[in-house]
């Protein structure tokens, strides 16, 4: 099962070598003043990946521009972290869209395998339901899925649109990357909603 991937030390570095092609893409654009930017990454929590999670999963990978009077953060978006969530963004999907499905798994068992409680995938439900798909970025990536997604079904109905084949890291990969616009500043929030 899925899990199983998820306390796998090298699906997390594998996510990590994700976040580092994001991040390259972001340092080759530079600062919006023409500015070169240089690293600043910031320290993060990061739960729900078990004990071995790499010692790159303490910090979020930053940039911040060189020029005095800017100095201006630049974070890319992030296959791992969700925003300010503070646990894995993999887990945020995955843990909710476990408890939908035919056979949904009972909250205790969730809790269990992934150390959290049962307030905060409640939370996720929620996020999912209701936050989620009023983000400018949902709004215009919905478009692309063809029968239409169903809100009701997140995130399972993204879950199966995405990992299905014998590869799940490739799989994970492509659906975190696909989210990874909402997990930068302003990605997750559009305007009325706290
Ligand atoms: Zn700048």
């Known amino acids: ?10 699906f997390w570095s594998f996510l990590f070598s994700v ?3 994001l991040a390259a893409t972001t340092r080759t654009q530079g600062c919006s003043c023409g500015g070169r930017l240089h690293c600043a990454n ?15 999963y303490d910090y979020r990978l930053s940039f911040c521009c060189d020029r005095d009077g800017c100095r201006k953060r630049a974070t890319p978006p992030s296959a791992r972290f969700l925003g300010r969530k ?5 887990v945020v999907v ?6 939908q499905g035919p056979s949904p798994r009972r909250v205790r068992e969730l809790s269990d395998l992934f150390d959290a409680d049962r307030r905060t995938i409640a939370r ?8 989620f798909p009023q983000t400018p970025f949902w709004k215009v990536a919905r478009s ?13 109905a993204l879950f ?13 990969e492509r659906l975190l990357r696909f989210l990874s616009p909402i997990t930068i500043t302003g990605g997750l929030w559009s305007k009325g909603i706290s």
């Open 19 to 21: 976040d580092q092609d």
């Open 124 to 131: 996720w439900r929620v996020f999912w339901r209701e936050h």
């Open 94 to 99: 995955l843990v909710a869209a476990m408890q």
């Open 1 to 10: 099962m899925y899990h199983d991937l998820f306390r796998d030390a090298s």
């Open 42 to 56: 910031y320290p993060r929590q990061a739960r729900g990946g078990g004990q071995d999670l790499p010692r790159s």
């Open 86 to 90: 503070v646990y894995l963004g993999a």
């Open 160 to 172: 199966d649109a995405f990992i299905h084949s014998d590869d799940s890291s490739q799989d994970w």
């Open 144 to 156: 692309r899925f063809v029968p239409k997604l169903a809100i009701a079904d997140l995130p399972r």
